[in-house]
């Protein structure tokens, strides 16, 4: 089945510590997604890309980056952890952007972070 | 940015119909209305979108007055396992569109 993948579920780092999450895609979406979710509340835009293109959200800090090497993988970048930066990371793809038919975003399950 | 408004949460019972509504009384005219529905550890799984009157899939039906400012997604003879976030997302783009605090939705048997 066509799906989207997040590597790993559970992630453990170390405050400070660089870390990276993975998604990837068998959707061939042109467009993949990063959110934030911290626990009981709504998932946050961080950025997206369409194609090749990055768009970073105005109030998504510097101290996330992310890189898109190729049509079916993402990655988000965490260069500092912080003890705030604890959340569920969600990828999300879809075929484009604007709103209508066919171009609803598709999730994947998540990674939790954890900051020691 | 189309900013939107749901009760927190909601109680029903299996074989109920639930009726959750959104307000979101900046609506533009391009924008659209779209559900997610959210289980713990999960991401979110699209459920329905719509423009305008009434759209029905196999899961729900999302009714939208004339003048869009608000729309109500109908979930019909609940169960256990529709116990979930359910959130309501206005815009004419993905990257637009904010998830709110969505409406948390206990069925209870």
């Known amino acids: 089945d066509a799906m989207v993948i997040q590597n790993p579920r559970y992630q453990v780092t170390q405050f400070g510590k660089p870390v990276t999450l993975s998604c990837s895609q068998t959707?061939?979406?042109?467009?993949m997604y990063w959110y934030q979710q911290k626990s009981s509340q709504a998932p946050k835009l961080l950025f997206h890309y369409y194609d090749k293109d990055f768009n970073n959200e105005a109030d998504t800090p510097d101290n996330f980056q992310s890189r898109r090497p190729n049509t079916s993988f993402c990655f988000l970048d965490i260069r500092s952890p912080g003890l705030g930066d604890a959340a569920m990371y969600l990828c999300a793809t879809s075929r484009g952007r604007t709103s209508g038919r066919y171009n609803e975003q598709f999730f994947g399950p998540g990674t939790r972070l954890t900051v020691l | 940015l189309a900013k939107t408004t749901q009760p927190i949460s909601m109680d029903s019972y299996e074989g109920q119909e639930v009726n959750i509504t959104c307000s979101h009384n900046?609506?533009?005219?391009?924008?659209?209305i779209t559900w997610y529905q959210q289980f713990p550890s999960q991401g979110p799984r699209f459920i329905i979108q719509?423009?305008?009157t009434k759209v029905t899939n196999e899961v729900a039906s999302l009714f939208i007055p004339a003048d869009r400012k608000s729309s109500t997604l109908s979930l019909p003879r609940v169960s256990l396992s529709d116990t979930a976030v359910y959130y309501c997302?206005?815009?004419?783009?993905?990257?637009?569109?904010?998830f709110g605090a969505g409406t948390r939705l206990t069925v209870k048997p």
């Open positions: 719509g423009y305008k």
């Open positions: 997302l206005v815009g004419s783009n993905n990257n637009d569109m904010r």
């Open positions: 900046n609506i533009a005219t391009n924008d659209y």
């Open positions: 959707l061939n979406h042109n467009v």
